[in-house]
């Protein structure tokens, strides 16, 4: 074992997938940068709309010189201008964008598993060999998410009732919340549970998605403490990220164009950060994993069959039917 796989193995979940993703940050790079091309491509039709009906106008000269919110509500009120009929080029390139991230998910978790540069060809080779395994996870991961869905929207019932007929002060917002924290670590454990089976999937070179993912389930439930908190710590530094840069927002003049999108391109880039951050824990977590842990344990991978040899018996001496006898000596 190398001194720098030594080193490795004693960095902690967190700092040695925060390591991973810089060492292969190449990756990141090209995530964000597909990300702000379809984010362009989606915001391009309400931005020529706004420039054709407000070029040379009174409310185009207030919104050029800052953002005025007031002036923004009124515009919604223009026929002629309509934004919300321009959300579905935005939601058409965010779909376009996942098809993106699940495509090179293969390639991703390659890059990973191997902790090496892969040329292009490699890469995208491995995007699809793994392409219509993850789909399938996808796909199986709905119907957990869906649960939640219906989880929350059961959460804000309960909240709403409970704050109209409980005269105590704060009872529906403090059942909300206790709701919400469960349903955010439910959330987690989901997103957990198909990356683990997404790594598993790389790892072992594993065909069969089904039985995967629950194996997945069982090494996640086995090992939640650990994952759960590990996935936690990478979520928290996004989210407090993300509020910092919502302070910063609210102290930038409505002047700075600029620096409002820079702000919000960085708050973009930490959080794809993030997430590729728990992928690559996860993928550190699986590889210390299969080799620390008995085989007992987790079954990783089924053991082959051992040829049994069967023993030889020992050759008996042969009794001959006529027993030698012994001849008298001769005279002298």
Not at 19 to 31: A, D, F, K, N, P
Not at 227 to 250: K, P
């Amino acid at each position: 074992m190398t001194e720098e796989t030594v080193a490795n193995a004693k960095q902690g979940l967190v700092a040695a997938g925060a390591s991973l993703v810089w060492r292969r940050r190449s990756i990141l790079w090209w995530v964000f940068a597909v990300n702000a091309v379809l984010g362009a491509m989606g915001t391009l039709p309400a931005a020529l709309q706004l420039n054709r009906a407000l070029h040379h106008t009174l409310a185009g000269e207030q919104l050029v010189s800052g953002f005025d919110l007031g002036m923004f509500y009124e515009l919604q009120r223009l026929p002629e201008v309509n934004l919300f009929r321009f959300t579905t080029s935005s939601y058409v390139f965010a779909f376009l964008f996942a098809l993106f991230m699940l495509f090179v998910s293969g390639g991703i978790f390659e890059v990973y598993c191997q902790d090496r540069r892969l040329d292009t060809g490699d890469f995208f080779t491995a995007s699809g060999a793994f392409l219509w395994r993850f789909v399938r996870l996808t796909l199986f991961s709905l119907v957990p998410f869906a649960l939640i869905r219906e989880a929350y929207f059961h959460v804000e019932k309960a909240s709403d009732y409970l704050g109209d007929k409980v005269p105590a002060d704060q009872v529906g917002f403090g059942i909300w919340l206790v709701g919400m924290i469960i349903i955010v670590l439910l959330a987690l454990f989901v997103r957990l549970w198909f990356d683990i089976a997404k790594v598993r999937a790389v790892a072992e070179k594993e065909r069969r998605m089904w039985p995967n993912m629950w194996m997945a389930c069982v090494i996640t439930v086995r090992q939640l403490r650990t994952l759960l908190w590990m996935y936690l710590c990478i979520s928290l530094v996004a989210w407090i990220s993300l509020l910092v840069a919502f302070l910063i927002w609210t102290k930038i003049p409505p002047t700075a164009i600029w620096a409002t999108f820079v702000l919000l391109e960085l708050v973009m880039l930490v959080q794809l950060g993030a997430r590729l951050w728990q992928t690559a824990s996860a993928t550190v977590w699986y590889k210390r994993h299969a080799e620390m842990v008995s085989a007992d344990s987790v079954h990783y991978t089924t053991p082959h069959p051992q040829e049994v040899i069967k023993a030889q018996p020992e050759p008996q001496p042969q009794l001959s039917l006529y027993p030698e006898t012994e001849l008298p000596p001769a005279d002298a």
